[in-house]
């Protein structure tokens, strides 16, 4: 704005600041404003992982005195991701792993109710622990000979950031026969913390098979976690209550028919596809000409069968 001076006669252009802030100011008679610094604060002196035989997960294990607080006051972070908190005492506070990304446990951080700990910088700050994933069990424990979709429990192992296909398979985890060591998962995804899904190749896994987690960065596996082991057993069979594709009908123009038993309506999707390709109209694929009983006329005679969760597997005959 323009302004003249009262004292001098000079005339120019005045700016002025508003302060858009203030701050706080403490309202003692809501509640007490004063800081104190704690003298005893919990001190940390060590850091450990271990296998709760009795649970079946993982723990981080810290130890040292004057802890105070309760599981409620007091956390364990990795990579900013809180984890369980299962018991605290005046020397030991116990924390199941419950979310991490891929086996390693880094960038970790300890707070109790009076905040971080003495011994914090040495003990805990740069610490980082790699997991061995257990299998605790699979679910369900048969499956159809086309292939299957498996939800595997397997503690120590997350969701990796890069949850591409390619990446899982050369760094994922997967499921394998515990007795051989060989795969039998055609594609893996960890939808979760300690959560595996399996989609199994096709062909016969004989009954009663123990199945084995498996880490590729380890280039080993382990076997069932699970003193009932049975809940770690699979077998993929030809018989049994599960979806079968008898035949096939394109006399709707437009549109495939699918005939069969014990196809599942409610809870899932149904997807066809053929050659790799999801099949949604006769015009958006060149399919071959269907034969009698639903056998597909080509060089591999492929038999198709009915996912156990909704979608198309093909099967060789």
């Given at each position: 704005?323009?302004?003249?001076?009262?004292?001098?006669?000079?005339?120019?252009?005045?700016?002025?600041?508003?302060?858009?802030?203030?701050?706080?100011?403490?309202?003692?008679?809501?509640?007490?404003?004063?800081?104190?610094?704690?003298?005893?604060?919990?001190?940390?002196?060590?850091?450990?992982?271990?296998?709760?035989?009795?649970?079946?997960?993982?723990?981080?294990?810290?130890?040292?005195?004057?802890?105070?607080?309760?599981?409620?006051?007091?956390?364990?972070?990795?990579?900013?991701?809180?984890?369980?908190?299962?018991?605290?005492?005046?020397?030991?506070a116990i924390f199941r792993?419950?979310?991490?990304?891929?086996?390693?446990?880094?960038?970790?951080?300890?707070?109790?109710?009076?905040?971080?700990?003495?011994?914090?910088?040495?003990?805990?700050?740069?610490?980082?622990?790699?997991?061995?994933?257990?299998?605790?069990?699979?679910?369900?424990?048969?499956?159809?000979?086309?292939?299957?979709?498996?939800?595997?429990?397997?503690?120590?192992?997350?969701?990796?950031?890069?949850?591409?296909?390619?990446?899982?398979?050369?760094?994922?985890?997967?499921?394998?026969?515990?007795?051989?060591?060989?795969?039998?998962?055609?594609?893996?995804?960890?939808?979760?913390?300690?959560?595996?899904?399996?989609?199994?190749?096709?062909?016969?896994?004989?009954?009663?098979?123990?199945?084995?987690?498996?880490?590729?960065?380890?280039?080993?596996?382990?076997?069932?976690?699970?003193?009932?082991?049975?809940?770690?057993?699979?077998?993929?069979?030809?018989?049994?209550?599960?979806?079968?594709?008898?035949?096939?009908?394109?006399?709707?123009?437009?549109?495939?028919?699918?005939?069969?038993?014990?196809?599942?309506?409610?809870?899932?999707?149904?997807?066809?596809?053929?050659?790799?390709?999801?099949?949604?109209?006769?015009?958006?694929?060149?399919?071959?000409?269907?034969?009698?009983?639903?056998?597909?006329?080509?060089?591999?005679?492929?038999k198709p069968s009915l996912?156990?969760?909704?979608?198309?597997?093909?099967?060789?005959?």
């Amino acid at each position: 704005m323009d302004t003249t001076s009262k004292t001098d006669g000079l005339q120019g252009k005045l700016i002025v600041f508003l302060k858009t802030s203030e701050e706080a100011v403490c309202q003692p008679d809501n509640a007490p404003c004063q800081f104190n610094y704690v003298a005893n604060i919990p001190e940390v002196t060590d850091m450990v992982t271990e296998w709760d035989e009795t649970n079946l997960y993982w723990t981080v294990v810290v130890t040292g005195t004057g802890f105070t607080g309760t599981p409620a006051t007091t956390e364990l972070n990795v990579a900013g991701r809180p984890q369980t908190t299962v018991s605290v005492t005046s020397t030991k506070a116990i924390f199941r792993v419950s979310d991490i990304s891929g086996w390693t446990l880094s960038n970790m951080n300890v707070y109790f109710d009076v905040g971080l700990p003495k011994g914090f910088d040495t003990v805990v700050r740069g610490k980082s622990f790699e997991l061995s994933p257990r299998l605790i069990s699979v679910t369900p424990n048969v499956g159809s000979i086309g292939g299957s979709v498996l939800v595997a429990r397997v503690e120590g192992l997350g969701p990796l950031s890069d949850t591409s296909d390619a990446y899982w398979a050369l760094h994922g985890g997967t499921l394998v026969d515990n007795a051989t060591g060989t795969d039998i998962c055609s594609k893996v995804k960890v939808r979760s913390y300690g959560e595996l899904e399996c989609i199994t190749t096709p062909g016969v896994i004989n009954a009663s098979t123990v199945i084995g987690a498996k880490s590729y960065e380890e280039n080993s596996h382990s076997p069932c976690n699970n003193t009932n082991s049975a809940l770690c057993t699979y077998e993929q069979l030809t018989t049994g209550t599960f979806p079968v594709v008898t035949s096939l009908s394109d006399s709707v123009p437009g549109q495939i028919v699918f005939t069969g038993t014990n196809f599942f309506t409610t809870g899932f999707t149904a997807n066809a596809s053929y050659g790799g390709s999801l099949l949604t109209q006769l015009s958006s694929i060149q399919l071959p000409k269907p034969q009698p009983l639903g056998i597909l006329a080509s060089h591999l005679s492929p038999k198709p069968s009915l996912h156990p969760f909704g979608s198309l597997k093909q099967a060789q005959a």
